[in-house]
């Protein structure tokens, strides 16, 4: 089972963190700087599975950003890798050559997207086109909002 996911820049800026078991904030901050630090000073050419305290920590950089998973010692690390390409892969298709700022700006999306595809901190859907499908319908569904806000609003209901 998955820990949790850190998003972070090469700035050691935390850009998304997702959290599957309970932590006190303050362990959560501690557990971030730690690992945040022992990642970005890691040379390039080194590998991308760490051993820390009882956890497999997996981590792969994607442009300026830093994808972290932290998975139970049993967990498969080829595995936990192939998560977090899918999961790339869902917001390339989603954002079109996704960015930093893509998810700095649209944080609720790349939320959306994580739950659609993890649950509990296991894999629950691994087709890329449900996902979508799912993102696109919730999509929709706040573009009716809107509309209706504004309807409401145009008729001074608000």
């Keep these: 089972m998955m820990q949790f996911m850190l ?3 090469r700035q050691g800026k935390l850009r998304l963190q997702k959290w599957w078991v309970a932590k006190l904030d303050k362990d959560k901050k501690k557990i971030t700087r730690e690992l945040m630090t022992t990642i970005l000073s ?3 050419k080194m590998c991308s599975f760490l051993e820390w305290r009882d ?3 997996v981590y792969k950089r994607y442009a300026s950003l830093y994808f972290c998973c932290a998975i139970e010692e049993k967990d498969n690390e080829l595995l936990t890798l192939e998560i977090i390409h899918r ?3 869902l917001l390339d298709k989603y954002f079109g050559s996704v960015c930093e700022l893509d998810i ?3 944080f609720e999306k790349a939320y959306f997207m994580l739950d659609e595809l993890m649950l509990g901190g296991e894999i629950q ?3 890329k086109k449900n996902v979508l499908k799912a993102i696109a319908a919730q999509d929709l569904l706040q573009e009716e909002m809107d509309g209706n806000r504004s309807v409401l609003e145009e008729i001074g209901l608000t």
Excluded: A, M
Aim: no cysteine.
């Design 42 to 44: 890691r040379k390039p």
């Design 7 to 9: 998003l972070f820049s």
């Design 104 to 106: 700095i700006f649209n």
């Design 87 to 89: 999961y790339v892969e």
């Design 55 to 57: 956890l497999k920590i």
């Design 125 to 127: 859907e691994t087709s």
